[in-house]
């Protein structure tokens, strides 16, 4: 898959043709001119006098606060100055988000226990992100300092000598000298004036016009380090956050499959041992009267009791096999592809065998999955391949079936993709319409 999406954008960017079949300038050439990179210019010229509001506001509000606090006004004081500077983090958030194009998430909120200004105050203070906020204000005057000089001299310069040509003429009308002047002493002055030597510069000029915006992007990139890194969610907190949500996760498919499960038990099993209570009373009533009659009602019932325990099997079977338990992933995975619609080949290879919460997820996944194939696909074969690289289990199941699978498509993806989420797995789809579908589900090995 890789290697066909290099070899269809790699011919087009080798040829610099456009989408639609046209040419355009590499991008060396375009970088001058881009929008991006005057958005780049826009954000180092305003970092110097933003990182100014933030360092005189940091520097004043925190030392004003750290000398009061002999007093009890010292501590209102040091939350009013974090207080700000989450605030000008929002701020810059924003504009790093409309200049640099980088997306960068707000931090957790403020965890207070009950509602309050002494609770606000100590939940500020208490709180990284505000600490994370103000080094970044510190941070960003230095920073803006040397950006901003290096930018400034680069820019003016590159276009300047590149624009000469345009404007030596000054020197001559305004100055009193015959061009720009590239050298000088008390006996000897050398003048950019001749048409080889405005050549040369104009030359020297668009190397460095042409070289600046790359300059320029790799100081903004430092600059999205530290937006990520200072004002953004901390990876602690966000970790926390992902936990959350996987927690929920679980919780919910736990809940979904004990419903399925009493469900299953109240219209299948039960209803049928419920039938055959009856039917064996009924038989018992009879036994006497007409014994025939009673032997057709108790084999009657004994075909009842057979398909009673196979749905009680097949529902055994539904919250984790027998086989899995005692013979793994191999024996599991054969069992389910014969029981499929279209001929499985199946190829698990493994070093050992994973954790046992892995192993179940792998074979509901796979269950899953050849459901799908046998419901949706339209196919003929279909394989399901198993091995270990690395750190990571890796199951992939495909088809040569009609395709168009999705998350979207009422298939159970999404449920899928949610179960392996919550344990940090990834599923990866690939299904273009018209086959053929190739699903991989990724998860972590865990002996």
Known sequence: MATEYGREYGQGYGQGRRAGGGYRLPAALRAPVEGR??????????????????????????????????????????????????????LERAR???????????????????????????????????????????????????????????????WALLTYPLWFWAFPAFAGQGGLQLYGDAHHRIYLDNPFEITVTALVGL???????????????????????????????????????????????????????ERDLHDGAQARLVGLAMDLGLAKEKLREDPRAAARMVEEAHGEVKTALQELRDLARGIHPAVLTDRGLDAALSSVASRCTVPVTVDVDLPARPAAAIEGIAYFTVSELLQNVSKHSRARTASV???????????????????????????????????????????????????????????????
């Open 96 to 158: 790093a988000r409309a200049l640099l194009g980088l997306d960068v998430a707000g931090p957790e909120p403020l965890r207070m226990r009950k509602p309050g200004a002494a609770a606000w105050t100590g939940a500020v203070l208490k709180s990284g992100t505000s600490w994370r906020n103000a080094l970044y204000a510190l941070v960003l005057l230095p920073w803006a300092v040397f950006t901003f000089s290096v930018t400034v001299a680069f820019w003016t310069l590159g």
């Open 37 to 90: 990179a005057w958005r780049e210019l826009g954000y180092v010229l305003l970092s110097l006098p933003v990182s100014l509001v933030l360092f005189t506001w940091t520097v004043t509000m925190v030392a004003l606060g750290a000398g009061l606090l002999v007093t009890f006004l010292g501590i209102p004081v040091l939350a009013a100055a974090l207080a700000g500077c989450r605030g000008f983090a929002v």
């Open 385 to 447: 391949d198993v091995w270990r690289a690395e750190d990571r289990l890796l199951v992939q199941v495909t088809d040569d079936g009609v395709g168009g699978a999705g998350p979207a498509g009422g298939s159970g993806l999404a449920g899928l993709a949610a179960r392996l989420d919550a344990v940090d797995g990834v599923l990866v789809i690939d299904s273009p319409a018209g086959g053929p579908t190739r699903v991989i589900a990724e998860l972590p090995w865990r002996p």
């Open 207 to 261: 190397v460095f016009t042409l070289v600046t915006p790359w300059l320029v992007r790799a100081l903004t990139t430092v600059d999205g380090l530290l937006v990520r890194g200072l004002l953004g969610p901390s990876p602690l907190s966000a970790r926390v956050v992902e936990l959350e949500s996987d927690r929920g996760t679980v919780v919910d498919t736990a809940a979904a499959d004990l419903r399925r499960i």
